[in-house]
């Protein structure tokens, strides 16, 4: 499966190949578990060719996405779609609390026809028999072929699940380093962007212990954050040291192996050693995102998506991103990926539309208007993506290092029957019991490990 692309067959999937000086860098995915909570910056929708799919019967199709920036790139194509097919209504929204409206509704036989599924759930759904096959369909679509031909592999690969589809990818992200340039330069610093390939963790934690500013008993500038979640945070620093959540066979939690063990011990000193990350108690009062954009915190990992938000709201100083460091043991970088895709209810009453509408959002037409209208990172569809990363107006300077991480980005784990949210309750919880200190990064993983191979189990 997808999953287990190797990261130089990644970087050929994601174009990064046929950027040429532009270099590399990034999905959504983009949204995931950690999705963007700011609206995004009004798309500039270019004016392309109506959707293939004409004349299809009535209907009124309910489209269901888990946040709201998508919508600015959904309403446009349902309007194209529905100028070609005037009998079919297109209603997208971003219910709140998505994911439990969303089960239930599906539950009881309703819910949306077109939903917007990520890659961490699509596996186990599939297994339950919520999501319908659409072999079919993508089989007789030239649409979808031609989508198909020109899509990253890795996500094509991972969406055609054993050899069938349930749903198609449309976009994802990857984990870039943010940091406040105009504090960097001040401190008389090397930019990381400027030395990214041969920044490493040793050079990382160097540089958070010297941009940390105290004032007595207070922190007024913390160096960077260690305590991101697994899309944003330690897993990218797992696998970047040759470990990773889950074996290559997605059958077994592996997070208490060396490797892992060896990545989660430096983000744990760098917390509760060196002070240089923000504590659990300072978190209490603001989050890291906005500990950054409020210049609190000077160096963030996070997703390539929190790029919509920095260059819409912050205004008080320069930022930029790099690339991760890398592992001194393995010279590697790492990277997760939530590759969003869309999805048709299995008891939608008007099917051949709801496939229409599908069939209309992995367009050329539909890709390139995601793509050109800011997106949160490279969308599927490679010759659409690459316009994304092609446009200089749009910051920050080094964009591209989005793209480049792709190099070591795979997806996030996922499992064919446990879900997401069943694997992260326990992951949750031991990440806490170490990030506070009360066990040892060895114990906390040993019990994380355990608990979660006690679902599969």
Known sequence: MGRDLSRRGFIRSTGILGLG??????????????????????????QGEAPAAAGLPPADLSVWIWYPDPLVWINPVAEAFTDANPEVKVVAEAPADYWTKLQTALAGGAGPDVYFMNSVNYWSWISKGTLPDISSYVD????????IANGAPAAIDFYKFEGKWYGLPVMYGTTVLYYNEDYIKEMGLTLPADMEDDFDWIQWREYANTLTQREGDSTTMWGVSTQEGIQSGWLNFVRGNGGDFLNAEATKCIIDEPPSVEAWQLLTDMLLEDKVSPSSEALQAEGTRSMFMTGKVAMLPGGSWVMNTLNEQLTDFTYN??????????????????????????DGKAKDQAW???????????QDRLAQGGGEGPVVRMDSSEQYYGDPAIGPSNRAAAVRMGEWTTPLPTHRTVTWGEMMDPTTEWQT????GRVSVQEGLTNMAAAVNDLFG
């Open 356 to 366: 229409g509408l599908m069939s209309a959002l992995v367009s050329k037409d539909s």
């Open 21 to 46: 000086a532009l270099g590399a860098a990034g999905l959504a995915a983009c949204g995931g578990s950690e999705a963007p909570a700011a609206p995004a910056a009004e798309a500039t929708a270019p």
């Open 140 to 147: 007789a679509d030239e649409v979808t072929q031609d989508f």
């Open 433 to 436: 019991e170490i990030s506070e």
């Open 321 to 346: 991103i790099a690339i991760l460091p890398k592992s001194p043991n393995t010279g590697e970088r790492g990277g997760t990926s939530n590759i969003v895709g869309i999805v048709m209810n299995r």
